[in-house]
């Protein structure tokens, strides 16, 4: 990676892309260090340093810290990945943006990309009045409850989240990489000092064995090496394209393949799975305990995301989940009808529907391999967590993928647009 970006450096062109990117992810870090007014980040964070284990955890996580901080930035890209996800399962569901998607073409995809700006705006004023309230009803948290402090508060929330948006979107449009998935990483990187500092002070205190830090790097290293392996793993398919002359040259005859990613759904799954997984351990959070040996106090108890049966349900739902995605991102019959209507097949199949079954019976081997490495990834921190009895590792698997899958795509951004100039280069 850093050799990539050292080639790429010497571009004068892509520098730019480089240094306009490092400008943006710099404005990103300025405004998650500026609190809103009215809040007293100090209670703020230790309450919901107690909701660690929590949906305001993994919040605060995907955030880089801003979450806990109350900060202009703290409802990060939360708001966008959800208007995404759901405008993309509305794309499925409704004809007529399907139609918008498929056959709208570039015009289609503003159209899409508008309506998804809108319902982000719409989300964030949601999450801005739900984070008002969860620190309202806290005691301590908000210094002036009147009707400006509120109105100040939210708007600024949902002001934020906008502005994050747009800055995703300069950095695709004129950066380097994904611009929402580059924010997204340098919010969960900021967090590797504090995390750093924080164990080793727990090592020095006597609160944490020398044994248990080795044990989570190991962990963290073998995870970035699994990810790395499996997110550039991939499955091909051969596929022939028939000979046909038009007038006195002859097309097709060349061999290709139909590559399928084993980590086709990325970490989409995961966070999914973890959002709901710990919907349960969020609502008993704000319940007032339950008296131990009672049916809800038991039920609690089983649901914590320290126990064996939260692992397991949330394994379940991460392979549940990855055969959902795949199935809307790669659809066999509408690959099957393309081979056909260009000429291609895949030997010893016949176009149309054996084809499909073949493309179907192997989507589903591959998926089945991802949703079981993605599980692996996300229950492995859990594991170590309960090992050396650290519950906070619970989300570690989730940030570890993304910011490895960040990684490597800008990687591969960076060689695709490396590439494209040199060929520029040739042909001039």
């Known amino acids: 990676m850093i050799q990539t970006i050292r080639k790429a450096w010497g571009i004068p062109e892509l520098r730019k892309k480089i240094v306009f990117t490092a400008l943006m992810l710099l404005i990103f870090r300025i405004g998650n260090a500026i609190p809103v007014p009215y809040v007293d980040t100090q ?30 930035f703290a409802l990060g890209v939360q708001p966008y990945i959800n208007s995404s996800i759901i405008i993309q399962l509305l794309t499925i569901a409704i004809p007529a943006l399907e139609r918008l998607a498929r056959e709208g073409g570039e015009e289609g995809k503003k159209k899409i990309q508008s309506i998804t700006r809108y319902t982000t705006v719409g989300i964030a004023v949601l999450q801005g009045w739900g984070y008002y309230m969860l620190m309202k009803n806290s005691l301590g948290i908000l210094t002036s409850e009147s009707v400006w402090a509120a109105l100040v508060i939210i708007v600024s929330f949902i002001a934020g989240s906008c502005f994050v948006m747009w800055l995703g979107e300069q950095i695709t449009e004129f950066g380097i990489g994904n611009g929402i998935s580059m924010i997204l990483f340098a919010g969960i990187i900021s967090r590797v000092p504090s995390v750093v500092g924080t164990t080793y002070t727990s090592i020095v205190s006597g609160d944490m064995k020398w044994w248990m830090a080795l044990l989570i790097v190991a962990g963290v290293l073998g995870l970035i090496v699994l990810i790395t392996f499996v997110q550039n793993a991939e499955r091909r398919i051969p596929v022939q394209y028939a000979k046909r002359q038009v007038g006195r040259k002859m097309y097709g005859g060349q061999s290709s393949t139909l590559p399928m990613k084993v980590s086709m759904a990325g970490v989409l799954p995961v966070i999914f799975a973890q959002s709901i997984a710990m919907i349960p351990s969020t609502i008993g959070a704000f319940m007032k305990a339950p008296e131990e040996g009672t049916f809800w106090y038991g039920f609690l108890q089983a649901i914590d995301t320290k126990s064996v049966v939260y692992m397991i349900v949330y394994f379940l739902m991460i392979i549940g989940f990855s055969y959902f995605y795949s199935t809307i991102q790669f659809n066999p019959v509408e690959i099957s009808n393309n081979l056909k209507k260009n000429g291609g097949f895949i030997p010893g199949f016949r176009p149309g529907k054996p084809t499909a079954d073949f493309i179907k019976k192997v989507l589903n081997k591959v998926t089945l391999f991802g949703a079981i490495y993605l599980g692996i990834v996300a229950i492995l921190p859990l594991l170590i967590g309960k090992v050396i009895d650290n519950p906070s590792l619970s989300i570690g698997g989730t940030s570890v993928i993304i910011v490895v899958g960040v990684a490597l795509e800008t990687v591969q951004a960076l060689e695709s647009q490396m590439l494209m100039r040199q060929y520029k280069g040739f042909l001039e």
């Open 43 to 72: 209670v703020l964070g230790t309450y919901l340093e107690q909701m660690s284990t929590t949906v305001l955890g993994l919040y605060n996580v995907m955030s880089g810290g801003a979450f806990a901080s109350a900060t202009i």
